[in-house]
């Protein structure tokens, strides 16, 4: 079983959708949650930075946490053709050091 | 503010020959990572070094890679003796100099991508 695990998709939404995206993970010491952004033949860009539960937002990006459950989630409102790419989620714990483990990637299209 | 650059963008090495990736982290960033990417995979963590340290290098494979960030000058990962596995996009990541938290906060380059013929 992976640490993390993250439906590659695709998904695909009209554009002005909410989209939903999300991961699970098996790590219970896992504190710090981030998503990234890829675009094709992209370095990932670092969208949110999460720690330990709750939500966090960003203009039409919001992040959420659920410890108890092992689940994060991105959401993404008002979607735009350009929010066209690959998301991926990243964790880690404290005693990690400096590593991140990171999902697989959710590839998403918007349709205009 | 410059952020993280990788060079070369890509990379052609016959088998059995070596390749040399380089990275600069971002300005004021002092700790450096390596991840690659295999296609239908994941980013995978190889190395994580400070100046002139290995902090962690849980990741990388244990003969023909290896990882430097000198007192001057850009991080390297070298690897040696390439072969066809090793095909992949290779990505360095920086974050802020403080302890704690924001080690986790990492900015990603462009990447280098490796074509072994």
């Known amino acids: 079983q992976k640490e993390v695990e993250q439906d590659p998709g695709p998904l695909s939404v009209p554009e002005g959708a909410i989209v939903s995206l999300n991961c699970t993970y098996s790590?219970?010491?896992?504190?710090?949650f981030m998503w990234y952004r890829q675009y094709s033949r992209k370095g990932p860009e670092l969208l949110m930075y999460t720690y330990s539960s709750g939500n966090k937002e960003d203009g039409r990006f919001t992040a959420q946490v659920d410890k108890s459950s092992k689940y994060i989630s991105l959401f993404i409102r008002d979607s735009q053709p350009s929010d066209s790419a690959t998301y991926l989620c990243?964790?880690?714990?404290?005693?990690?050091?400096?590593?991140?483990?990171f999902g697989q990637g959710t590839e998403l299209s918007v349709k205009p | 503010n410059a952020g993280v650059m990788q060079n070369p963008r890509h990379l052609v090495r016959r088998r059995g020959q070596e390749a040399r990736l380089r990275c600069s982290p971002m300005k004021g960033h002092s700790h450096v990572y390596w991840y690659r990417q295999l296609p239908e995979e994941g980013l995978k963590f190889m190395v994580y070094?400070?100046?002139?340290?290995?902090?962690?290098e849980s990741g990388m494979p244990k003969e023909r890679f290896s990882a430097e960030f000198p007192k001057e000058g850009p991080s390297i990962l070298r690897i040696q003796q390439v072969v066809r596995g090793d095909s992949a996009a290779y990505f360095c990541?920086?974050?802020?100099?403080?302890?704690?938290?924001?080690?986790?906060?990492?900015?990603f380059g462009p990447g280098t991508r490796l074509t072994v013929t």
């Open positions: 990541a920086s974050s802020p100099p403080s302890q704690g938290a924001r080690v986790y906060e990492q900015y």
């Open positions: 790590n219970s010491a896992f504190q710090y």
């Open positions: 990243a964790m880690s714990s404290y005693n990690q050091g400096g590593k991140l483990i």
């Open positions: 070094l400070q100046k002139e340290n290995i902090i962690d």
